[in-house]
């Protein structure tokens, strides 16, 4: 079906994507390629539509303009579970636990729907979940009694649990330690090298930097920067961006 | 379930805590199918309302306190149910059959007003199964058949009151047996999670691959033909209905909301507690009229409160 064009690898595509709230533009027209197993970071300013972008592309928020294109197919119009069912993953800002289920239970539901596993494989699947985001040890706790940081790795493992090809990660290393920091990193690091295409913002940039081959610069609801993160942290209109909006 | 190896936890699960309440509750319902040859029929009768009091009451708890859709309508069900027995013994079905016959057309009818009530969220979801509830009420009085706006007798029943009683009894009993093995089975599989994943949060939910819409509308057809089958279990206890007004009343609801609200939302048990509680008390108080009526709202709504903020 896919035609083989030069962008017919890319896992991810997104094309003059657009997000309005009534008369606030919060997307103004986003074009990006994300091929297969590319782990790429994102930064800007508070404000500038970043998570936004994560919602229009696992589809919690519908589109006002342009076409999500995943795994080759547009998905524009796919509810946000059919994409979590073909392989999206994706973590909120603002945590959004199951607060009456345990931890375990919680990863549970992304084992059992997003990666489609029944008995046995998805509690199985539930678990390596959380021992990948160091959950373990409280997995029979409610959410509920999570303190913020438990429940931001339990948006974490709860994504890892519908086995994803796409991570979505929305600021997962805020308020961490060094040593927290450091082994979230080796985590992701981990997950990139299983060939899992990972899309991460952040504000620690440390972090991103210690992990992503490719950054973007999100400001005012378009791409103002993209390409290797060095140059990318360089540029003349990150600088701008980022001394103007104060980060 | 607790030989879940990683690290060595072991997880507990919904699966292990509840069999012991299965092995517990099999034995008490074949005690209850035998209590006819123990009690006398006068006794046994009356336990009747307590199988349809904890039927509703299980069966509005998996609505709202699992799937977290909180409906004050479900006297729609309660009273198609008892109006379905009329339909479907005119057509010449004896009036327990009726009962089961009825409760498949019920679903069809509470699959279909799904997607009415889902177009409202929340606080509005609430009102509008409640209009829903009084729509239903106003189709099925102006059939002159049905008794218009009278209610209306059983036209063919079972004549031998002792015999009458006891079918009832058992139809009652077996319509709750089997409103709690198919909650339980329902909590158990898979879908229990999804539930309580999209009565905490639904937009996670979704973005973990549950079709919440689906899951959301499989336990409103449940929730309907339980309630149907309860004011079937009615209307044959009373061999007809009252009046629409009786059968269709929202009072229904309000005890609903106070017998599982008062033995516990979101858990199984609960609803069974809260029905006994209720029953009790409707039986040593009913003659006590007022005072009655206002000692239960003062307990119902102190027990509320508590529950909403613990939640
Ligand atoms: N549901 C919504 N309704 C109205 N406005 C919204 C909504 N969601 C986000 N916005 C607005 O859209 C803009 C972009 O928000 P977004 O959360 O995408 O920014 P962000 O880049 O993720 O910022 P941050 O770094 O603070 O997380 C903000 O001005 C925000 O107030
Ligand atoms: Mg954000």
Redesign the interface.
Known sequence: MTPPTATAEALLEVDGLAKSYGALDVLTGVDLAVPAGQALGIVGPNGAGKSTLLSVI???ERATRGVVRFAGRDVTSV????R??AGMG?T?QIP???????V???A???A?????L?GHA???RA??AL?MADM?DV??APAGSLPLLGRKRLELA??L??EPRLLLLDEIAGGLTEAECDSLIATIRQLHGEGITIIWIEHVVKALTAVVERLVCLATGVIVADGPPDEVMRSAEVQRVYLGGGL | MAELVPGHVRVDRLRRRMIATQIVGAVVILLLALAPYVFVPAVTSQWIKLFYLITLATVWNLLAGYAGMVSVGQQAYIGLGAYGIFVFNDLGVNPYAGALVASVAIGVIAFGLSFVAFRLRGGYFAIGTWVIAEAVRQVVVRFDSLGAGRGRSIADYTEDPVMRNLFTYWLALGILAATLIATLFLLRSRMGVALQSIRDNEVAARALGIHVGRAKRIVFVIAGIGAGLAGSVISLQQLGVQSPNQIFSVSFSAFMVFMVLIGGIGTIEGPIVGAVVYYVMDLYFSQMGLWYTSARWACGTSRCSVCWRSS
């Open positions: 696992n589809g919690t509810s946000p579970a059919d979590a069912r994706r909120f959004r636990p199951f607060t009456h289920l345990t375990f239970e919680n549970l539901a992304g059992s729907y997003g990666a489609g029944h998805a509690d199985m678990l390596e021992e373990l997995a029979n709860r994504a649990a519908t």
